[in-house]
Structures are given as structure tokens and as C-alpha cells.
């Protein structure tokens, strides 16, 4: 499969109240970003963690935290090494290991001084509740009520969007998170750089597939029309980046803008970039099983993630048995 790439109509909308731009947490970030008059106001990487133990497994892995598979830390390199140009801000990432240490791998490849790391509760995966750790299935059994099928330990795909596991998130809940994501992570920045007269600000979010697929379309939503783009943006691989470009309208680089919360200027918001996996091509499985084991920290033997020739594989680079819903051949309604 060739990398996707989408480019979105430009977007604008007129927020109501933005948070706080004075945020003491968000630091000096004006050394971090590329220049230029023509550069958006912020640019948003979202990225896919590595390969988990878990994704080995067809089982429903959300909270559940499951370190990365050695062959996950070796993509999670090839990644960091990919966007070792690409100077970051700050990165966030979820606090779940599999997403942790993807974020830090991204981390360790950028240049001096190095991007904080910051971790939040707000972009972890969707909760599966009682379902966690449990295979998961395609289709309920016939004569069977949902009910049911919990009772008896059977936890099929969920295909409406207010479904939940007792216990967990529905498709819902999740989007509602991801507004508030949004709104804590993203928007600060955003009313920050205008205030001050930058422009190119750049951060990466760490995150995992189902949150990714409902982040973007809170950020998108951030328009004029209040259009929401739908389910595009799931199904990602292991380590694959989605782009998203924020541009306040009126603000220069250099130049300050001036508003008030109450009344804040209009946005341009632009997704640029979808399911980019080009790091994944020469990063190859290690044989004999140690590359599905859980990847040790420790270890100093770790094999080389850069590989000769692409690998013969079940399933194509950076996909592997995971969350059902993970896939982009799930109808959600």
C-alpha cells in the first residue's frame, strides 16, 4: 500500500472563548519552529505508536498497557530518525508505554536542545472496559442479545458510535475527550504564537489509532463551517503521522496580533498529511520470534532497525493483528 495523502479544504471558525495563551507550562517554544512569512501559524504531527505485544495478539487493547514489541521499538527509531529534521516544539504523548516510548524515541532523534516531553491522560487509547485483554470478535452469535454475549465473555466489534463495553468508552466518549484534548494541548499554542508573532510553531502528539481518528476531526472541526470530515483519518499504521496546519487569520511573523478571548480571530485549518509510513520500508522483523517479544530497555543487543531487503510478512509493514476497529473496513454508524 502507497502512503496516503489528503490535503482538506481550508476551514475556518470563530472560537468562543480560547483557553488561557498564558499557560506557564507551555515554556519558551520560539526557538523550535521553521521561519517564514508564509508558514502556518502551527503545524500539528499526530503519530501512531510502535507495534505493541498486544498488536500480536487479536485482543481488545486500549488502557491495557503493553510495552512495545522489539520490532515496535525498531519502527519507533526509524520514525524518531525520520523526523529528526523536523524540529519540534514539545511533544505530548500518552502515558500508556506504547505510545510513551514512541514519543521519546522522537524525542532522543532531535537535535540539540531537545523538545520537553510531556505526557497526558487526555490522549490516551479508547476504553474498552470490561472487554480489555479479550479476544475480540467480528460478528455477534445469532439468538444472542449484546447483553449476552458479556455474560458470556464474548466481546464482539461495537458498530454504532454510543455503544460501549460496561465500564468503557463508546466512539463518543472518545470524541468528546479529544475535544478537550484540543482545547488543553493545541489551542494554547495556537493563541500563544498568534499573540507573540510566530508563525511555524511545531508539536507532535504520541498517541494510538482510534484517538488519532477522533483528535483529528476535533481539530478540523475548529472551522468557520463547523463541517466535521467524517471517519477519514483511521486505520493508521504502526508509527504512521497524520499533518494537520492551523493559520490565524491576520497574524504575521513578527508582527503580534491583538484580541481578546471574547472575540478571537478566525482560523485556517488545513489536514496536509495522512497515514505517512515511508520510514516503515527498510525496517525489517527480526527472525526466530525476537522481534514479537516486548522490547527491554535494558537490552544492549538490540539488532539494527535498518534492514536489507523488505521482509515476507502475513501482513503488510505496520499493520498487525489489532483493535477491530483500528481498521479502516469497519463501518461505523
Not at 449484546?146 to 455503544?163: C, I, K, N, T, W
Request: aromatic residues 6%.
Amino acid at each position: 500500500m502507497q502512503a496516503a495523502y489528503q490535503e482538506d479544504s481550508v476551514y475556518t471558525q470563530h472560537l468562543s472563548r480560547p483557553p488561557d495563551p498564558e499557560l506557564s507550562r507551555l515554556g519558551s517554544i520560539s526557538a523550535k519552529r521553521p521561519l517564514g512569512r508564509n508558514a502556518p501559524t502551527m503545524i500539528v504531527t499526530f503519530i501512531r505508536h510502535g507495534e505493541s505485544t498486544d498488536n500480536l495478539r487479536d485482543v481488545w487493547a486500549g488502557w491495557k498497557d503493553a510495552p512495545l514489541s522489539n520490532h515496535g521499538m525498531n519502527q519507533a527509531k526509524a520514525l524518531g530518525q525520520s523526523l529528526a529534521h523536523t524540529p519540534f516544539a514539545i511533544i505530548y504523548a500518552s502515558p500508556l508505554k506504547r505510545a510513551l516510548w514512541t514519543g521519546q524515541a522522537v524525542q532522543e532523534a532531535q537535535p540539540e536542545p531537545k523538545p520537553p516531553l510531556e505526557t497526558s491522560l487526555l490522549v490516551r487509547e479508547q476504553h474498552w472496559g470490561i472487554a480489555e485483554g479479550h479476544p475480540w470478535r467480528w460478528n455477534m452469535t445469532a439468538g444472542l442479545s449484546l447483553d449476552e454475549h458479556f455474560a458470556q465473555g464474548l466481546y464482539p466489534v461495537l458498530h454504532e458510535r454510543s455503544q460501549r463495553f460496561p465500564e468503557g468508552e463508546s466512539l463518543d466518549d472518545l470524541y468528546a475527550r479529544a475535544q478537550e484534548a484540543i482545547d488543553e494541548l493545541v489551542m494554547p499554542h495556537v493563541w500563544r504564537a498568534a499573540r507573540e508573532g510566530r508563525k511555524g510553531v511545531h508539536i507532535a502528539i504520541a498517541s494510538h489509532g482510534l484517538c488519532i481518528s477522533e483528535l483529528v476531526p476535533a481539530l478540523v472541526v475548529k472551522d468557520e463551517s463547523g463541517v466535521h470530515p467524517g471517519n477519514k483519518y483511521r486505520g493508521l499504521q504502526n508509527t504512521a503521522w497524520t499533518r494537520v496546519t492551523i493559520d490565524v487569520k491576520g497574524a504575521k511573523e513578527g508582527e503580534p496580533l491583538e484580541f481578546s478571548d471574547s472575540d478571537p480571530p478566525k482560523l485556517q485549518v488545513r489536514v496536509t498529511d495522512v497515514n505517512r509510513h515511508e520510514h516503515l520500508a527498510k525496517v525489517v522483523r527480526q527472525k526466530g520470534g525476537t522481534g514479537r517479544a516486548g522490547y527491554d530497555p535494558k537490552q544492549q543487543d538490540i539488532r539494527a532497525f535498518f534492514g536489507g531487503a523488505k521482509p515476507q510478512a502475513e501482513y503488510e509493514e505496520g499493520r498487525s493483528e489489532s483493535n477491530a476497529r483500528d481498521e479502516v473496513d469497519v463501518v461505523i454508524q
